[in-house]
């Protein structure tokens, strides 16, 4: 049976990637690029759902999130945190008329850096106590 916790941090950090993802389609970030675009979300969602199938099947558990949580926040941290980053979240605000639009677009950044990091430490920490229940 699936962690509740985990589920919970899981369907999370997929909402707010889905919600970056449209924050990106609606700034038309992604027009000179709308093939690679699509074909890049079409796989990554499928991913997605391919993973949530194996995980509530119990085929994969809180080690594999914990890595996904620690792959999502990498790419994160270069493509928006990053000193070099090409759109940082005031960068992200400042394309937006709406200063609350703006703030919305900018704070799923960090809304998803946050639930990526609590995914990463909260998967490591159940996959570490359920292999030393097992060893036990």
């Known amino acids: 049976m699936p962690d509740k916790t985990l589920t919970v941090l899981v369907l999370g950090a997929i909402a707010l990637s889905a919600a970056h993802d449209l924050d990106h389609l609606l700034r ?6 709308w093939a690679f675009a699509a074909v890049f979300l079409t796989v990554k969602y499928a991913l997605i759902g391919a993973a949530l199938h194996f995980y509530f099947r119990g085929k994969i558990g809180a080690a594999f999130w914990a890595v996904i949580g620690c792959l999502g926040a990498a790419a994160l941290w270069f ?10 979240p ?35 920490w159940r996959a570490f106590r359920g292999a030393a229940r097992k060893a036990r």
């Open 90 to 124: 005031p960068d992200i605000y400042a394309m937006y008329r709406s200063p609350a639009a703006g703030l919305i677009a900018s704070g799923l950044v960090y809304a998803m850096m946050l639930s990526l990091v609590v995914l990463t430490l909260y998967g490591g």
């Open 79 to 88: 493509a928006h945190l990053s000193p070099g980053a090409e759109q940082r």
């Open 28 to 33: 038309d970030d992604l027009s000179l690029v």
